[in-house]
């Protein structure tokens, strides 16, 4: 009955799963939009109501209160990265994908630094916020941590070491992000990136397998 009625009435199987699609994507934009211009707490649900061309309840009804709003946006944003880097580098062997990963995050930087600095001030400003922002990002991070590390258990000896090293150099990243969000000269941001480099290469010189 159900399905002579779609036909009848001309609509198309999975109609309403499309509209629904549509409109989270559209409150999820504009929530982006707002939380980065006026912070989570300026950003009300009205105003993403307006700019999304929704009713709030529309908004409630989709995604519960603002702070699950808030968590599912920054999530759509990061999320498309990772299918990203798991696609681009699993036909790599360990050395090749170990510095593929670096130019990913450079790339990864360099596309959303304003974003990215949304987040940092965010995560300054507000312990609210910073909750929120944990569980998201560092899943992200823990997802590319994995992956180096998963690069150097295949080039190096011992399994200890492996997992320090891994660490040590996404240490060292992390902090060559932020220190590019604070100082923005390109030389000196080119500089720091081949000075990474250079340190894995001795690394990777001084002691791999076979």
Do not use: C
Not at 3 to 15: E, I, L, N, V, Y
Not at 41 to 69: N, P
């Amino acid at each position: 009955m159900r399905a002579a009625g779609a036909a009848t009435s001309g609509r198309k199987p999975g109609g309403s799963d499309n509209r629904k699609a549509e409109t989270q994507a559209r409150i999820l934009e504009a929530a982006l939009a707002l939380f980065a211009e006026r912070g989570f707490d300026g950003a009300s649900i009205s105003a993403i109501a307006a700019r999304a061309h929704v009713s709030r309840a529309t908004v409630f009804w989709h995604f519960g209160d603002k702070a699950t709003l808030f968590q599912e946006a920054l999530r759509r944003m990061l999320v498309p990265f990772v299918e990203e880097l798991r696609r681009s580098l699993q036909h790599l062997d360990a050395r090749k994908r170990f510095f593929e990963l670096f130019n990913v995050y450079e790339q990864f930087v360099s596309s959303h630094q304003d974003k990215i600095e949304i987040f940092v001030r965010w995560g300054l400003e507000s312990h609210t916020l910073r909750a929120s922002l944990q569980k998201s990002l560092f899943a992200l991070h823990d997802e590319f941590a994995r992956d180096i590390r998963e690069s150097f258990l295949e080039l190096w000896d011992d399994p200890g070491e492996a997992a320090e090293l891994a660490a040590a150099f996404i240490a060292l990243l992390d902090g060559n992000l932020l220190l590019g969000l604070l100082e923005t000269n390109p030389h000196n941001r080119e500089l720091r990136g081949s000075g990474l480099r250079l340190v894995a290469e001795l690394v990777l010189g001084k002691k791999r397998r076979g």
